[in-house]
């Protein structure tokens, strides 16, 4: 069975109401939204919240509100990991009101940006596992967070809340190139970053 029929399979069993299958959508999905919520609190909430505390939390409301996802005709992975992000994005905002902080706002080849977000989608378990995805999860987020406001907020939103770059140019009332551009320099740098980290 493909990768895309277990999701589709896993996908419509939790919709049914199959706790495990919940689970396991989640486990394969935690690594890229752990840091997303790391990016999404900034230094100054992320001082006073911790990541892993909010990451529990989407998985509490992903569990209560998982009938409601829609999958769409895309990859149901991917769209269940852009789903879980906007649960993510909800509940920060919140946080973000109850602890007066205001929450950064990120207007903001060497190795492929996009094998090291496929590494964090990838399925695995084990000591060593998780130690090379934590290492890659502190790399990426380090690069990602030095990039600047306008390149990283159109990095995030393309990569991890799965918006066109028509919608992104929208959002931030930039022309499509604009945005096209900023999402060339982000994975440029952010590939400058992580293979520096690799060959130190």
Same mark, same amino acid.
């Given at each position: 069975?493909?990768?895309?029929?277990?999701?589709?399979?896993?996908?419509?069993?939790?919709?049914?109401?199959?706790?495990?299958?919940?689970?396991?959508?989640?486990?394969? !999905?935690?690594?890229?939204?752990?840091?997303?919520? @790391?990016?999404? %609190?900034?230094? $100054?909430?992320? &001082?006073?919240? #911790?990541?892993?505390?909010?990451?529990?939390?989407?998985?509490?409301?992903?569990?209560?509100?998982?009938?409601?996802?829609?999958?769409?005709?895309?990859?149901?992975?991917?769209?269940?990991?852009?789903?879980?992000?906007?649960?993510?994005?909800?509940?920060?905002?919140?946080?973000?009101?109850?602890?007066?902080?205001?929450?950064?706002?990120?207007?903001?080849?060497?190795?492929?940006?996009?094998?090291?977000?496929?590494?964090?989608?990838?399925?695995?378990?084990?000591? !060593?596992?998780?130690?090379?995805?934590?290492?890659? @999860?502190?790399? %990426?987020?380090? $690069?990602?967070? &030095?990039?600047? #406001?306008?390149?990283?907020?159109?990095?995030?939103?393309?990569?991890?809340?799965?918006?066109?770059?028509?919608?992104?140019?929208?959002?931030?009332?930039?022309?499509?190139?604009?945005?096209?551009?900023?999402?060339?320099?982000?994975?440029?740098?952010?590939?400058?970053?992580?293979?520096?980290?690799?060959?130190?």
């Amino acid at each position: 069975m493909s990768d895309g029929s277990r999701a589709h399979d896993l996908l419509t069993a939790a919709r049914n109401g199959d706790p495990q299958a919940c689970d396991r959508l989640f486990a394969r !999905a935690a690594d890229r939204l752990l840091l997303f919520v @790391r990016l999404r %609190l900034g230094p $100054a909430l992320r &001082a006073r919240v #911790d990541s892993m505390d909010v990451l529990q939390e989407t998985f509490l409301h992903a569990h209560r509100d998982v009938a409601r996802f829609e999958p769409g005709s895309g990859d149901p992975e991917r769209g269940f990991a852009q789903w879980l992000c906007g649960v993510a994005e909800n509940r920060i905002k919140d946080l973000a009101a109850l602890h007066g902080a205001k929450r950064r706002d990120p207007k903001r080849e060497e190795r492929k940006v996009s094998e090291v977000l496929a590494t964090l989608q990838r399925e695995g378990h084990g000591p !060593a596992t998780s130690l090379v995805r934590r290492e890659e @999860r502190h790399h %990426l987020a380090e $690069a990602i967070e &030095a990039l600047d #406001d306008e390149d990283r907020e159109v990095f995030v939103l393309r990569h991890f809340e799965g918006l066109s770059l028509d919608a992104i140019a929208a959002r931030l009332l930039r022309s499509a190139s604009a945005v096209r551009r900023a999402l060339g320099r982000a994975t440029r740098d952010i590939g400058k970053a992580i293979g520096a980290k690799e060959t130190s």
